[in-house]
């Protein structure tokens, strides 16, 4: 009798608390929201003044300008050849429709990383049909060329790696290197003697430690400081001999080497399926934005979920994407235009190397020639002189340090080509 009477309290005390919690919530007051004085607020986001990110003050500018303006293109006569527009791809019409469209179905970015809610279809496709033209298993897709290679390095190399590359490897790469915090060590510029006698270093060391250490070898298919291009057949002959992975970085070189474009293991005729990575990038020859490493499945799987620049960038935006795949098409459709594109390249560079004031660095093949004074002397201060010579004369080229770096196009006429020759003569009267 005392337990059933304690249920019925129980049961009415808690129909009283529940009565009692619904006129509670239905019938309490809300504090009416203030109106916001509209004068007033404009006010206060004029006066706003907040601090800024970087104290200029601070920046010394003794050099130089902090940021170079854009040439522009729309003066008549003006040639900017320090943009990368191999193939005219920047100015094809038909692929700016092509990625109109495409903002209207996907719009303009994918707004989230690749793992989260950022793939779309349009990746996917882009990502096989590299893998289809490179004959290889997978393709990874990166919205970004630079993080592309940092991030493919920090993947797999680790701090306890032994990483060999070359002295004049990219920027990017050198990130990849910190990244990593592996052991670093430097061979001389296409000096494969120079790189065994390091590789037989380590050989003893393994030997007397009876440790096996993790290799990489990492090389630019075209060098972007120097345009030249790697020994690769030697590179892969020392690959194997001391058993390295190899990875090679094709940013300047894929879409560019090779009758159909497919890099530097094309050019060399090497099997593409004895290196272990390539790295590419769609800002050079297609003319896009971001880049790829392409490989085995069992390699490239992994960056889904150790890239950096995978997994914590927003994803390449869906209209470059369609722009890639345009370019794409065209290599695969028109594969003369590699051939149009090495005799531009060999054109330019035999107009370069007759200039008896000049000596080129770059290979011949190479859409990027590089190339400085003959005269060794106050060689900085005169390059720069005849960059603003060139600059004043509509003629635009690229400045690094010591050197000019003039990017080909194969639109260019032979009396475009011919102007640029002469005036870079005349550049040399400001020489001191």
């Not at 919530?25 to 970087?54: C, G, M, T, V």
């Not at 701090?159 to 590359?165: A, G, L, T």
């Not at 003697?193 to 030997?207: A, H, I, M, R, T």
């Not at 859409?367 to 005169?382: D, G, H």
Request: proline content about 3%; charged content about 25%; aromatic content about 10%.
């Amino acid at each position: 009798m005392y337990t059933y009477m304690s249920g019925v309290l129980y049961t009415i005390v808690s129909g009283l608390f529940i009565v009692l919690g619904t006129i509670f919530f239905f019938k309490r007051h809300k504090k009416d929201a203030k109106q916001i004085d509209e004068e007033l607020l404009n006010a206060r986001i004029a006066s706003f003044k907040p601090d800024p990110l970087i104290d200029c003050s601070t920046i010394d500018t003794s050099n130089g300008m902090t940021e170079i303006p854009a040439p522009d293109e729309s003066i008549p006569g003006c040639l900017n050849l320090a943009k990368m527009n191999f193939f005219n791809f920047l100015n094809n019409q038909d692929f700016r429709k092509e990625a109109e469209l495409c903002i209207r179905t996907y719009g303009v970015g994918s707004c989230g990383p690749r793992g989260f809610y950022g793939t779309i279809d349009i990746h996917l496709t882009l990502e096989n049909r590299i893998a289809e033209f490179m004959n290889m298993e997978e393709t990874v897709l990166y919205s970004y060329g630079f993080t592309t290679v940092s991030s493919a390095i920090g993947a797999y190399c680790k701090k306890q790696d032994i990483i060999f590359c070359d002295e004049q490897i990219s920027f990017a790469a050198v990130q990849g290197f910190l990244a990593a915090r592996s052991t670093v060590e430097y061979f001389r510029h296409n000096d494969m003697n120079d790189l065994e006698s390091k590789l037989k270093v380590y050989e003893k060391k393994e030997k007397q430690k009876r440790k096996l250490f993790r290799k990489f070898l990492i090389v630019e298919g075209i060098y972007a400081s120097s345009g030249t291009i790697c020994p690769l057949p030697q590179l892969m002959a020392l690959r194997e001999k001391y058993k390295l992975r190899i990875f090679i970085d094709e940013s300047l070189s894929w879409g560019v080497l090779g009758k159909g474009g497919k890099g530097v293991t094309e050019h060399f005729n090497v099997n593409r399926l004895d290196v272990d990575m390539i790295i590419g990038s769609l800002e050079c020859a297609v003319g896009s934005i971001g880049g790829f490493c392409v490989g085995a499945s069992v390699i490239i799987e992994h960056q889904r979920l150790s890239g950096l620049g995978y997994c914590f960038s927003a994803s390449l935006p869906p209209f470059l994407t369609k722009a890639a795949l345009c370019a794409l098409k065209v290599f695969e459709e028109q594969p003369t235009i590699f051939k149009q594109l090495h005799e531009t390249c060999i054109s330019v560079d035999q107009k370069l190397r007759n200039l008896e004031e000049y000596i080129v660095i770059s290979d011949p093949l190479s859409p990027m020639k590089v190339f400085t004074t003959a005269k060794i002397e106050k060689r900085y201060e005169n390059i720069k002189k005849i960059h603003t010579f060139c600059a004043e004369s509509n003629i635009h080229f690229l400045l690094s340090e010591e050197y000019l770096k003039l990017n080909v196009n194969i639109v260019l006429a032979e009396s475009e080509l011919d102007r640029v020759m002469s005036v870079l003569k005349n550049a040399m009267s400001v020489c001191t």
